[in-house]
């Protein structure tokens, strides 16, 4: 997984399978100006059976930085 701050997006690298974008939601602001992401795979327990994906978001939701 890489991490574009040019244009905002995350590319998923297995022979490429595809790019996307955080987008706001109910409850947090999009990502943008990103410097990384994680993300891990396995079981984190009932809250996140499935594992979990943390990006860096470098503005809040009116587009101050922090």
């Given at each position: 997984?890489?991490?574009?701050?040019?244009?905002?997006?995350?590319s998923i690298y297995d022979r490429?399978?595809?790019?996307f974008r955080?987008?706001?939601?109910p409850h947090a602001d999009g990502s943008e100006i990103s410097d990384g992401?994680?993300?891990?795979?396995a079981s984190l327990g009932d809250a996140f059976?499935?594992?979990?994906?943390?990006?860096h978001d470098g503005t809040d939701a009116g587009g101050?930085?922090?």
């Open positions: 997984m890489a991490s574009s701050q040019g244009d905002d997006t995350f490429h399978l595809g790019r955080v987008a706001p939601g992401a994680m993300v891990a795979s059976p499935k594992g979990l994906l943390v990006v101050r930085r922090p």
